[in-house]
């Protein structure tokens, strides 16, 4: 085998690096010359020549296209790492030269995007008005590759116990618990003495089967001596959740400042019911031990700042 840590120091150049992306991306020469601007042949040049500079096999070939094999999982990896600094960096010199302030990237939950996001972008923004902000939505699975690969500065959400790890510091913030919310003039806004009972029989967007929140919420339903309702969509989505308030009079489960936000805006109304049940806190992910940048760190210090005035 060869030296490993010399090809990935000295050895791979940018060029080495895009190509593995595509390929991993793509799944197929063809697709992937077309997408960097170069002939097929190339292609299949360029990742023989990386095979050989690390000893190993790092694609399948066959018919159907390629397949990274478990070797070139690592290396795809270590490349969308390293282009994701390199644009980091590149963003922040063009930002000097133009005269803006930076670049900072967040992954938020829904849970979060609505009242805490909104406010932190704000208070940053004030302060450093061309100071560019990506927000990208999403669950804890959708994101923390995301934010381990570098393409994101940091993470804001629900804190998830069970995804606690090694190299990720986090943050709590605030707790935030759940509502009950419906399309306004929905006939469970009129029921006097509202029970699980009566949210079983309504049609229910309730979170996927893995999110530890649906077991929870299925616990309650129980403990009120009834089934969960039978007539449900599965999401975490909240397009999906407003769509199905109105296309199928649903009842749906959010996080009460999110309801609250869009109840005063006329959108739905948060139902007379209690939902006692223990939630992890709203915080921040980070990269432990990786430097951030000045116009991350502002941005987590307006999170800070926003989350206190909820």
């Given at each position: 085998m060869s030296d490993i840590d010399r090809v990935l120091r000295s050895n791979l150049k940018l060029r080495h690096l895009q190509m593995l992306v595509a390929l991993d991306q793509f799944r197929h020469l063809g697709r992937a010359a077309e997408f960097l601007?170069?002939?097929?042949p190339a292609v299949s040049k360029s990742l023989a020549e990386i095979e050989r500079m690390f000893g190993l096999a790092l694609f399948d070939r066959s018919t159907r296209g390629t397949e990274p094999t478990p070797y070139g999982d690592s290396v795809v990896r270590f490349a969308r790492s390293v282009l994701a600094d390199y644009g980091r960096t590149r963003d922040e010199i063009d930002a000097v030269a133009s005269g803006a302030a930076g670049r900072t990237s967040v992954g938020a939950m829904v849970v979060a995007m609505p009242v805490l996001v909104a406010r932190a972008v704000e208070m940053l923004k004030a302060s450093s008005a061309l100071t560019t902000v990506l927000v990208e939505e999403g669950d804890l699975t959708r994101l923390l590759p995301k934010l381990r690969l570098g393409e994101?500065?940091?993470?804001v959400g629900r804190l998830e116990p069970g995804y606690a790890a090694p190299d990720l510091e986090t943050e709590a913030l605030y707790d935030e618990p759940m509502a009950v919310v419906v399309r306004p003039g929905h006939p469970l806004l009129v029921k006097r003495r509202l029970g699980w009972a009566d949210l079983a029989r309504v049609p229910c967007v309730m979170p996927p089967p893995w999110a530890s929140l649906r077991v929870k919420l299925d616990q309650m339903f129980f403990r009120d001596g009834v089934h969960p309702p039978a007539d449900i969509i599965e999401s975490a989505s909240f397009l999906a959740q407003m769509s199905f308030l109105w296309q199928r009079d649903a009842a749906a489960f959010m996080a009460r400042s999110v309801a609250r936000h869009f109840e005063a805006g006329g959108s739905l109304q948060?139902?007379?019911?209690?939902?006692?049940?223990?939630?992890?806190?709203?915080g921040l992910i980070t990269m432990r031990g990786k430097r951030r940048t000045p116009s991350t760190e502002k941005m987590i210090g307006c999170f800070r700042q926003a989350s206190k005035m909820k």
């Amino acid at each position: 085998m060869s030296d490993i840590d010399r090809v990935l120091r000295s050895n791979l150049k940018l060029r080495h690096l895009q190509m593995l992306v595509a390929l991993d991306q793509f799944r197929h020469l063809g697709r992937a010359a077309e997408f960097l601007s170069v002939t097929q042949p190339a292609v299949s040049k360029s990742l023989a020549e990386i095979e050989r500079m690390f000893g190993l096999a790092l694609f399948d070939r066959s018919t159907r296209g390629t397949e990274p094999t478990p070797y070139g999982d690592s290396v795809v990896r270590f490349a969308r790492s390293v282009l994701a600094d390199y644009g980091r960096t590149r963003d922040e010199i063009d930002a000097v030269a133009s005269g803006a302030a930076g670049r900072t990237s967040v992954g938020a939950m829904v849970v979060a995007m609505p009242v805490l996001v909104a406010r932190a972008v704000e208070m940053l923004k004030a302060s450093s008005a061309l100071t560019t902000v990506l927000v990208e939505e999403g669950d804890l699975t959708r994101l923390l590759p995301k934010l381990r690969l570098g393409e994101l500065d940091v993470f804001v959400g629900r804190l998830e116990p069970g995804y606690a790890a090694p190299d990720l510091e986090t943050e709590a913030l605030y707790d935030e618990p759940m509502a009950v919310v419906v399309r306004p003039g929905h006939p469970l806004l009129v029921k006097r003495r509202l029970g699980w009972a009566d949210l079983a029989r309504v049609p229910c967007v309730m979170p996927p089967p893995w999110a530890s929140l649906r077991v929870k919420l299925d616990q309650m339903f129980f403990r009120d001596g009834v089934h969960p309702p039978a007539d449900i969509i599965e999401s975490a989505s909240f397009l999906a959740q407003m769509s199905f308030l109105w296309q199928r009079d649903a009842a749906a489960f959010m996080a009460r400042s999110v309801a609250r936000h869009f109840e005063a805006g006329g959108s739905l109304q948060v139902l007379p019911l209690k939902v006692p049940i223990d939630l992890p806190p709203v915080g921040l992910i980070t990269m432990r031990g990786k430097r951030r940048t000045p116009s991350t760190e502002k941005m987590i210090g307006c999170f800070r700042q926003a989350s206190k005035m909820k």
